[in-house]
């Protein structure tokens, strides 16, 4: 079972960052490989929402439950897709007002062997670079001199 782990720091603060992840209806503008977007439900402490990929004409999709304890933890959980297993976890803490560490982990293994040879190089791609998307497109509004989306309350 494929496991990633990334880490990085970010001179953005916590509460943006945990915005920016939990703000899946915007990854379709910054994140090349989804190609749209589908939200549930969503409350306070969870966000159910599907995301459809194409990359390079492999398409399929993942939906997952994320439990959020904002604005430190966001933890995913299959809900549906091509995998027997999919968990992880974004971690990510303050480092001062305007500063955090960000950690982005997650196992999964496809259903079958079939689905692992065709979509595990193409979902290895996107899991591998996932965490570079979310700075780029954090540095991005900073420059603009937007803010990430709000959090919800």
Not at 83 to 104: D, N, Q, S, V
Not at 139 to 145: I, Y
């Amino acid at each position: 079972m494929p496991t990633v782990i990334r880490k990085v720091i970010v001179d953005h603060s916590s509460e943006s960052m945990s915005a920016l992840v939990d703000g899946v209806e915007a990854y379709p503008q910054f994140l090349p490989w989804c190609s749209g977007v589908e939200v549930f439900g969503r409350t306070d402490s969870e966000t159910h929402a599907r995301i459809d990929i194409d990359f390079h004409g492999i398409r399929s999709h993942v939906a997952t439950r994320n439990r959020n304890t904002r604005p430190e933890w966001i933890h995913l959980e299959l809900a549906d897709g091509p995998f027997e297993r999919l968990a992880g976890h974004w971690h990510i803490r303050p480092l001062g007002p305007e500063g955090c560490a960000i950690e982005f982990s997650i196992d999964y293994a496809f259903s079958s062997r079939a689905l692992e040879v065709v979509m595990g190089p193409v979902f290895g791609q996107i899991m591998e670079t996932i965490v570079d998307r979310f700075v780029e497109r954090a540095a991005l509004l900073a420059r603009a001199g937007q803010a990430a989306p709000q959090a919800l309350p």
